[in-house]
């Protein structure tokens, strides 16, 4: 186990370094720069602030000074906002996504997995229909009609909970509900496909015969088998629920990282693009890899 | 980014219960989405039926403490005032630096501030500041006329690479320093004559010189902060000021808090204990924080769409001109818009009044001069205004009668919902009226302001807001040394008449030259201006002391909330105790 973890982690090294490089280069593809603004400023005052920030250099010394500073963990000084840098940056609005993106998890999974489990107890029954129901209208409402919605019923109508802001518990609710519904949607459409299968399974069958209760079965028998799907629909999952929040952050204003992806690309923000970028390719990879490890502890029989 | 994609197929192996999952669910979800359908239609229909019955947009009780919560926008891109561009930079640095002078919050006139008291040379070349001897640092250390020095060293020296420096370049010397043409910084027009007496000396006279000094890139900064922790002397724990607020917390893209300056010179004025200032982005988050009652006052930050059935409706929301024009840029560089015919014919084909009062209702004010309205003593010559019949004579004229052999031009915007309205019916108007065909181009801001700077578009859209109530803040711009001229239009007689109207020390005899200077810009039309901007704003009946200003500048210094505003309503001042 400690060398496939370590044989995974000596891939990524490349797989790292070459996000890095396309990104850098690609980024520079774009027309304008970090310094371009509607009132014009001396051509001078331009050249200065380019020296700054090292823009001035041809573009391989940048890079590799770019990756130097890579080694050391610096990601350098966001063009944008010069005073913070884009390590800054990522350690201010890392734990808020992460808070975030846990909330929703949870919502996805409490609410998912029993549905789901639900759903397939009472196959063909009317929860079965009504949980189906349910999960169509989850897939088809998008984040950014879902979120204002809930915010039009719940914080403008019935004032239960504020409209956006973050940092107090019940900022948390609705943007977690709002991000974790289709998540939630697609946790109980796995399990319920699987619990299905598991359930005609022999061994079920056996065990039935053998007089365990039901409850014991889905609980001890069933569910460890037929959640192995979902556990690989997580990693990619929460890799997606911590970064992948932009919609719902602008919506609730919440402070977090999935921002500065769109962001920081439209203001040619070059640090943070590159910093956050990568910072999303090693939680993807970390996320993946903590998958792979807890499938071979809900499934001895996978080998690696 | 999403990988949704595949977890759909993923999720999708519904081939091994044997049917699809859709046709398994479909007639149930018909029944049952029936009754959704109606439970959610009823309670939507009854929020609405139930909300916004008042004469105030939401919520309006009165926060528990004496504190002031806005939304300033966009997170600044600086604290630094000597380095900041954007207004909600300036509206953060004005709570916690304060100038020689700072402005009168209903009519911007400019106050004492650090400065207690000033002299002017009869030439009106020398300006001597006498600074007070209790304005101090946050740290305790007096606020000295070396800290001016300083600080407007620091913006003018060309290794600081301020972008706004040129607000300095009025003073003698200045641009040189800047531009690196002159090394020597003694040789600035800057001197301090001793602790608490500054002596600046300009260039030329400059009307607006008091007005400037209360501008945010020509505040002191604490020189000791600067030196010790470069670029972050101002996060929150370093950061030392000298105005009315401290800074407390910042949290980047959600809040800057602030509690009141007890060393301020004026503190006892200063009536709000705290401010907390939002950064939100998205308009419609903003209007609901409003809405809930969570946030007091949205200075802009307001949805476009919201704007025209908000006015005449709520008692809170505000929409008042400021001193900002929207106009279109010609590329006259190119034909066939080198031909001064066809640009006035453009102009001429455009109904503003239809843009504005029927298209965008925003309170904005239809306009073919070049400086906006508002200026007490300036009142632009006459622009072209809307006239078919001319347009299309002055088209004929220029050899495309009725439009004929035109060829198609095209119109870039950077990437907004409303600069697309507003050139699609341009679009519309210029086919009508001219039977011309124009396509429209926009791209997203870095692109655009490329193209714009490259000369890289046929017909471009700008806008501008003024730094300083005076109309040369306009009329400057289509110089043609200026950087923001960007048409390829130069006069020569239009750069004279400006330059005579700098060194003019008579004031009435100065607007007289700006004004030929834009009687000569609309004869021969590098831009077509299209209206004055108005600011709309949401301000809570408790909060008192903001006003409508021209500049949509508004100091929070003795602003307070008024508990029992239910009992005087209406005013906007008056005393909160």
């Known amino acids: 186990m400690t060398k496939f973890i370590l044989r995974r982690l000596a891939v990524s090294i490349p797989v790292i370094f070459l996000v890095a490089t396309t990104t850098f280069f690609i980024m520079r593809l774009a027309p304008g720069g970090p310094f371009q603004s509607e009132r014009a400023i001396p051509e001078e005052i331009r050249a200065n602030l380019e020296a700054k920030f090292g823009l001035d250099q041809p573009l391989w010394v940048q890079y590799g000074r770019y990756l130097r500073n890579l080694l050391r963990f610096d990601l350098g000084p966001s063009y944008k906002y010069p005073e913070r840098t884009v390590n800054q940056i990522i350690a201010e609005g890392f734990p808020v996504s992460l808070q975030l993106g846990l909330a929703a998890l949870a919502f996805a999974l409490l609410v998912g997995i029993p549905g789901g489990v639900l759903a397939a107890v009472k196959h063909g029954g009317?929860?079965?229909?009504?949980?189906?129901?349910?999960?169509?209208?989850?897939?088809?409402?998008?984040?950014?009609?879902?979120?204002?919605?809930?915010?039009?019923?719940?914080?403008?109508?019935?004032?239960?909970?504020?409209?956006?802001?973050?940092?107090?518990?019940?900022?948390?609710?609705?943007?977690?509900?709002?991000?974790?519904l289709p998540y939630s949607v697609f946790i109980a459409r796995l399990t319920r496909a699987e619990m299905l299968e598991v359930l005609s399974q022999d061994y079920i069958r056996t065990a039935r015969a053998k007089g365990v209760g039901e409850f014991r079965i889905l609980w001890r028998h069933a569910l460890n088998g037929a959640l192995l799907p979902v556990v690989s629909f997580l990693g990619p999952a929460v890799a997606d629920l911590v970064t992948g929040s932009i919609v719902v952050e602008k919506i609730f204003a919440i402070p977090g990282l999935g921002r500065y992806f769109v962001e920081s690309a439209f203001s040619r923000d070059y640090t943070t693009v590159l910093g956050t970028v990568l910072f999303y390719a090693v939680l993807l990879i970390l996320a993946n890899l903590v998958v792979d490890v807890a499938y071979r502890f809900l499934d001895p029989r996978i080998e690696y | 980014m999403s990988d949704m994609i595949q977890v759909c197929h993923a999720g999708g192996n519904s081939e091994k219960e044997g049917k699809p999952v859709l046709a398994g669910c479909l007639p149930a979800f018909l029944r049952w989405r029936n009754l959704c359908c109606a439970l959610a239609l009823g309670l939507l229909l009854g929020a609405a039926g139930c909300r916004q019955q008042g004469e105030y947009f939401g919520k309006v009780d009165p926060p528990s403490e004496n504190v002031l919560r806005f939304n300033n926008g966009t997170e600044p891109e600086y604290i630094d005032p000597g380095l900041m561009t954007g207004q909600p930079d300036g509206r953060i640095a004005a709570l916690l630096f304060e100038g020689l002078t700072n402005n009168d919050p209903r009519t911007l006139q400019a106050r004492p501030g650090v400065a207690e008291r000033w002299e002017v040379s009869p030439d009106q070349i020398t300006y001597t500041f006498y600074l007070r001897r209790n304005a101090v640092w946050s740290d305790g250390r007096p606020v000295t006329a070396q800290d001016f020095v300083y600080s407007w060293t620091r913006v003018l020296d060309p290794k600081t690479a301020s972008r706004y420096a040129s607000q300095l370049y009025h003073i003698a010397n200045a641009e040189e320093f800047n531009q690196g043409r002159l090394p020597d910084p003694a040789q600035l027009g800057l001197r301090a004559l001793d602790d608490h007496t500054l002596e600046v000396r300009l260039r030329h006279p400059v009307p607006f010189f008091l007005y400037l000094t209360s501008f945010f890139t020509l505040y002191p900064v604490p020189r000791r902060a600067v030196e010790e922790h470069g670029a972050h002397w101002t996060d929150p724990a370093r950061i030392v000021g000298n105005g009315p607020f401290l800074l407390v917390e910042h949290r980047t893209h959600d809040r800057f808090e602030f509690r009141r300056n007890p060393r301020y010179w004026n503190a006892a004025k200063v009536r709000l204990e705290r401010i907390i200032a939002y950064s939100i982005d998205d308009n419609y988050t903003s209007a609901n924080l409003y809405e809930s009652g969570r946030v007091d006052w949205l200075p802009g930050s307001l949805p476009a769409e919201y704007v025209p059935p908000m006015r005449g409706r709520f008692r809170d929301f505000r929409s008042d001109p400021f001193l900002a024009v929207y106009y279109y840029l010609f590329n006259v560089t190119r034909p066939p818009l080198d031909n001064p015919l066809v640009r006035r014919a453009l102009s001429m084909a455009l109904d503003r009044r239809a843009i504005t009062d029927e298209l965008l209702r925003g309170g904005q004010i239809p306009g073919a001069h070049f400086v906006p309205i508002g200026f007490p003593d300036y009142h632009s010559p006459p622009g072209p205004e809307y006239n078919p019949e001319e347009a299309a004579r002055l088209l004929a004229q220029a050899g495309y009668p009725d439009g004929a052999g035109f060829p198609r031009l095209e119109i870039l915007f950077n990437t907004l919902e409303s600069h697309r309205k507003v050139a699609e019916t341009i679009q519309q108007m210029w086919a009508k009226t001219l039977h011309i065909q124009v396509a429209l181009r926009n791209e997203e801001w870095a692109s655009y302001l490329k193209s714009r700077n490259n000369?890289?578009?046929?017909?471009?859209?700008?806008?501008?807001?003024?730094?300083?109530?005076?109309?040369?803040?306009?009329?400057?711009?289509?110089?043609?040394?200026?950087?923001?001229?960007?048409?390829?239009?130069?006069?020569?007689?239009?750069?004279?008449?400006?330059?005579?109207?700098?060194?003019?020390?008579?004031?009435?005899?100065?607007?007289?030259?700006?004004?030929?200077?834009?009687?000569?810009?609309?004869?021969?039309?590098?831009?077509?201006?299209?209206?004055?901007?108005?600011?709309?704003?949401?301000?809570?009946?408790?909060?008192?002391?903001?006003?409508?200003?021209?500049?949509?500048?508004?100091?929070?210094?003795?602003?307070?909330?008024?508990?029992?505003?239910?009992?005087?309503?209406?005013?906007?001042?008056?005393?909160?105790?």
């Open chain 1, 126 to 180: 009317v929860l079965d229909r009504l949980t189906m129901s349910v999960i169509l209208v989850g897939i088809s409402v998008p984040t950014f009609v879902l979120g204002p919605l809930l915010v039009f019923v719940f914080a403008l109508t019935l004032y239960w909970f504020p409209p956006a802001l973050w940092g107090a518990p019940e900022q948390l609710v609705l943007p977690a509900i709002t991000l974790g």
């Open chain 2, 455 to 577: 000369l890289e578009y046929d017909i471009a859209r700008a806008g501008w807001i003024g730094d300083y109530p005076d109309p040369s803040s306009f009329t400057d711009l289509m110089e043609s040394t200026n950087g923001n001229n960007n048409t390829g239009w130069k006069n020569l007689a239009y750069d004279r008449l400006l330059d005579v109207a700098r060194r003019e020390a008579d004031p009435l005899r100065r607007m007289g030259l700006l004004q030929q200077s834009e009687a000569l810009l609309l004869q021969d039309l590098p831009v077509l201006p299209l209206y004055t901007y108005a600011s709309n704003a949401l301000i809570k009946p408790y909060v008192r002391g903001i006003y409508a200003t021209s500049q949509d500048l508004h100091p929070l210094n003795e602003v307070c909330i008024d508990r029992r505003w239910r009992e005087r309503p209406g005013e906007e001042d008056g005393a909160c105790d």
